[in-house]
């Protein structure tokens, strides 16, 4: 299994970005995706996830209702929808895959992921 995390940028605040995770090297529905992040000088954090088996998902609770993580199964791919972006949203953020066999299992808090994708720099400022 590959990641490939793209869509980082520069926004201003208030602003919008969407990331992409593309995943190679596997098709069975029995993973979860994570996204997560990590700013300068802080921990990393779990941000959104989902479960491939049937797509439920749990959020940070400082990003539900401004962040909204869905997939593209034609593709692979899973997206991060990030609105009303704020400065404490900056840092890396990566994709990360883990195994689950074929469960509901979802949890932002898990940090035991197989996979993790090269990251991809968000920077909200002014």
């Known amino acids: 299994v590959q990641l490939q995390a793209s869509g980082g940028g520069l926004v201003q605040p208030g602003g919008s970005l969407n990331l992409s995770c593309v995943i190679s090297?596997?098709?069975?529905?029995?993973?979860?995706i994570g996204w997560f992040r990590q700013a300068p000088r802080k921990q990393r954090e779990g941000v959104s996830c989902?479960?491939?088996?049937?797509?439920?998902?749990h959020y940070l609770s400082s990003v539900r209702g401004r962040f909204i993580i869905s997939r593209d199964k034609a593709v692979n791919t899973y997206y991060l929808q990030m609105k009303n972006l704020t400065p404490d949203d900056s840092g890396w953020y990566y994709c990360?895959?883990?195994?689950?066999?074929?469960?509901?299992?979802?949890?932002?808090?898990?940090?035991?992921?197989?996979?993790w994708g090269q990251g991809t720099l968000v920077t909200v400022s002014s």
């Open positions: 090297g596997h098709n069975k529905d029995d993973y979860f």
């Open positions: 990360a895959w883990v195994y689950t066999g074929g469960t509901s299992w979802c949890d932002v808090t898990y940090f035991g992921m197989t996979v």
């Open positions: 989902m479960a491939s088996s049937d797509g439920t998902s």
